[in-house]
């Protein structure tokens, strides 16, 4: 089963727009991550943001982290054409297994040069 | 650090025939997981194990399915009598977690795509 779903399913926006996904959720969980897939290969992992953070940054990627009511999202800021790829978020649920990821069905983004 | 290695990049095979993905970790990581990802969608959790013990079997693996990690090292999934809905990229990921923390970054191979026709 899935735990998070992403929002919206595909995006499209010119080079040097932001571009916003977002990730729900249906249990609490310990932690909760963002990851890439370039078409046909494995995903790479990008941020973490633990349960008690509400926002971290890396680069140009920001995540945030609302618990209340269960949702992330995840800001590309000035996008590139090589950003284009699947982005998933995947949760580590805090009342299950320590080691499982639950992902998401990810959102396919487009950055059109 | 060569990163995840999972062989064959590619498998096309016949329905009913056996096949075999090998999964190479990053050298001594304690972790290791297999996932499936369909068209269109995210990974689904398949089998994870903790060094070389198997300590969770997905719902969506049948009996034709079975996964080994021997001494904690590589690891094979193996699947019997294969059936058309059997295709799929097969993933294998790998970390190092002191044993009862928390899982946080995995490392993801390249994978092996699988067409069963």
């Known amino acids: 089963s899935q735990q998070g779903e992403e929002d919206p399913q595909a995006l499209s926006i010119q080079e040097g727009e932001n571009a916003t996904m977002n990730c729900s959720y249906k249990?609490?969980?310990?932690?909760l991550q963002w990851y890439r897939q370039n078409s046909g290969r494995g995903l790479v992992h990008l941020i973490l943001?633990?349960?008690?953070?509400r926002e971290k940054h890396s680069g140009r990627l920001r995540v945030t982290l609302d618990t209340s009511k269960k949702s992330s999202s995840l800001l590309i800021t000035a996008s590139r054409a090589a950003d284009t790829a699947s982005y998933f978020c995947?949760?580590?649920?805090?009342?299950?297994?320590?080691?499982?990821?639950?992902f998401g069905k990810g959102t396919l983004l487009t950055v059109n040069p | 650090d060569t990163g995840v290695s999972q062989n064959p990049r590619h498998k096309i095979t016949k329905r009913g025939q056996n096949v075999t993905f090998r999964c190479d970790p990053i050298s001594e990581h304690n972790r290791l997981y297999w996932y499936r990802q369909t068209l269109g969608q995210g990974p689904e959790f398949l089998t994870y194990f903790q060094n070389e013990a198997q300590l969770e079997k997905s719902r969506l693996l049948s009996d034709r399915f079975s996964a080994e990690r021997p001494k904690g090292s590589f690891s094979t999934l193996e699947i019997q009598r294969t059936e058309q809905g059997d295709s799929a990229m097969y993933l294998c990921a790998s970390s190092l977690v002191p044993e009862g923390e928390w899982s946080e970054k995995l490392f993801f191979g390249s994978g092996t795509q699988l067409s069963v026709l």
């Open positions: 943001i633990r349960s008690n953070e």
């Open positions: 249990t609490s969980i310990n932690n």
């Open positions: 995947a949760t580590v649920n805090s009342g299950g297994s320590n080691y499982k990821l639950t």
